[in-house]
């Protein structure tokens, strides 16, 4: 694999003047290049997995899986593959109107998923559950989101093999509420009731009527210390885990006991997802990559 020199944090001058000396100071194309081959140490990071979505059509199925149907907190869309496309070097999750037969259908049935009878939106969430996994590291995504009215699409990770919120949660970038979250969770002392570390920053303090228009960067860098949520190189929210203890279950701590899968969704109404009534649709979330860097 091909190691990469990653700085989790802003380089100190003397860095800088160190890494432009020695090149500068190179005869040779060959000197250069031995400066880069030089096997990494504990302070690099290496690219261990990633995405480009450079080859048309279906996701990659040795790297994505999906979720199907009436999932989670009573949103509007029912989840299905045809959703997500790649096309022109970037993943497409397409939310659409559309009305799909609950196969779950019942009636009487006291559970929000069995008791609609149709879908009358769709969309997609792709895993890398029982594909990836990983514990600690560099997490990087380039993505552009809509922020209308009933949108909420998400980057995400969930511990592999537990009941939530025992293995943890971390939410890399959300949008509802006109709002950009950066959330890290963690069990309380009651069954499915997490502790939340959130931060919420409105899409009106970017102060750019172009903001959901363009590209931006999400980052997240998981150590054995911290958790910390970046977006375009600004920090929105640090939990130290030494405050992540769960109040009940086996787990003691999710962030240093589980691996996390990613998730990558665009959610249509819900609890939280505001009232999709008068957006248009079809709308795009679009990621343009997806890199994972641990140490070596």
């Not at 969770?185 to 899409?203: C, F, G, L």
């Not at 977006?231 to 769960?246: E, I």
């Amino acid at each position: 694999m091909k190691t990469v020199f990653y700085f989790p944090c802003q380089p100190s001058k003397q860095t800088i003047f160190f890494c432009l000396f020695f090149l500068f100071s190179c005869n040779t194309k060959d000197s250069v290049n031995s400066f880069f081959d030089i096997q990494p140490t504990e302070r690099e990071y290496q690219l261990v997995w990633s995405d480009e979505f450079d080859v048309d059509g279906r996701p990659d199925s040795s790297k994505w899986t999906y979720e199907h149907g009436f999932v989670r907190n009573e949103e509007f869309q029912w989840y299905q593959p045809q959703n997500a496309f790649v096309e022109d070097g970037l993943l497409v999750i397409e939310g659409r109107r559309d009305t799909i037969p609950n196969n779950q259908y019942e009636a009487d049935s006291d559970d929000w998923r069995k008791n609609r009878k149709e879908a009358y939106f769709s969309s997609a969430c792709v895993i890398t559950k029982d594909l990836a996994s990983w514990r600690y590291g560099i997490f990087e995504f380039k993505a552009r989101i809509k922020t209308e009215e009933g949108l909420w699409p998400a980057i995400w990770s969930l511990g592999l093999g537990h009941e939530w919120p025992l293995g943890g949660e971390i939410d890399i970038m959300e949008f509802y509420d006109k709002k950009i979250l950066a959330n890290v969770a963690w069990a309380s002392a009651q069954p499915w009731t997490p502790i939340w570390d959130s931060y919420q920053k409105p899409i009106s303090s970017f102060n750019d009527p172009e903001w959901s228009n363009k590209f931006h960067i999400w980052k997240m860098e998981w150590t054995t210390n911290f958790i910390k949520l970046y977006l375009d190189d600004q920090l929105l929210n640090t939990t130290s885990l030494n405050d992540t203890y769960n109040k009940r279950g086996d787990i003691e701590n999710p962030f240093r006991e589980t691996v996390h899968f990613l998730l990558l969704n665009l959610a249509i109404g819900g609890r939280q997802g505001g009232d999709p009534t008068n957006t248009a649709f079809p709308t795009r979330y679009e990621i343009d990559y997806v890199r994972v860097y641990q140490k070596q």
